[in-house]
């Protein structure tokens, strides 16, 4: 379920369930991992808020209102699509948004690629805070299982992920997800994760980068890229 991935980011985790129902488990879980020092006095999941950008993300830390041991998936998704929604309203007019090109979307639309650069700033900002003490996302299932989280927790359940690969028997194998994105006036833009330098990142690609991508790399699901 990506608890291995989890516990290396000090994110709580999902898999741990109790025998019989228990409405107090989360935080008997997580008093023991505190007890066995997984962490200090909470999990990184509020971390990995901030690093997005979210905007409710500084008075959560003041007000000391946020408890991921109270707040279910739900409550949580509905929290940051309220604030995405108010964010992207605010500044729709001034935004640029990718390629250079000049696009007139639909609010809706406006609102996934949001989403979408929340979760590409988040890795840009983990990677920047390099020290000895932080697990480095040096391989995909990590950060294919971070991002799998982040686009859940901010609902984003309508893009589809394109799965692609590369087996080499001479270097070690490559793998890149690609997202298209089938906006609603017929474009389509393209994020990818994929190894940049040493470590993963996600970032937007062109459409000739997303084809050649799915004609130079294997793949069971590559019908995805273009639209329904």
């Avoid at 004609?215 to 273009?226: D, Q, R, S, T, V």
Wanted: contains cysteine; aromatic residues 12%; charged residues 30%.
């Amino acid at each position: 379920m990506g608890d291995l991935t989890r516990a290396k980011m000090k994110l709580q985790t999902h898999g741990y369930k109790p025998v019989s129902r228990d409405r107090e488990y989360a935080i008997k879980l997580k008093n023991v991992d505190k007890m066995i020092h997984y962490i200090e006095k909470d999990y990184d999941d509020l971390f990995w808020i901030g690093l997005m950008g979210m905007g409710y993300y500084q008075s959560l830390l003041e007000t000391g209102l946020y408890d991921f041991c109270s707040w279910s998936e739900e409550e949580l998704a509905l929290l940051m699509n309220d604030t995405l929604l108010q964010e992207v309203e605010m500044n729709r007019k001034s935004r640029q948004f990718l390629l250079s090109k000049d696009i007139t979307m639909e609010l809706s639309d406006e609102i996934v690629i949001t989403k979408l650069e929340k979760i590409k700033r988040a890795l840009e900002n983990y990677k920047a805070k390099a020290n000895e003490n932080r697990y480095h996302l040096e391989k995909f299932e990590d950060a294919n299982i971070l991002v799998m989280d982040f686009m859940q927790k901010l609902s984003l359940y309508e893009i589809s992920q394109v799965s692609l690969f590369q087996d080499q028997d001479d270097k070690d194998w490559e793998f890149i997800n690609i997202y298209p994105v089938h906006l609603k006036n017929g474009d389509t833009i393209y994020y990818a994760l994929e190894k940049e330098e040493k470590e993963y990142g996600l970032h937007p690609i062109s459409e000739p980068e997303a084809i050649s991508y799915t004609k130079e790399l294997k793949g069971m699901n590559k019908e995805y890229i273009y639209r329904r």
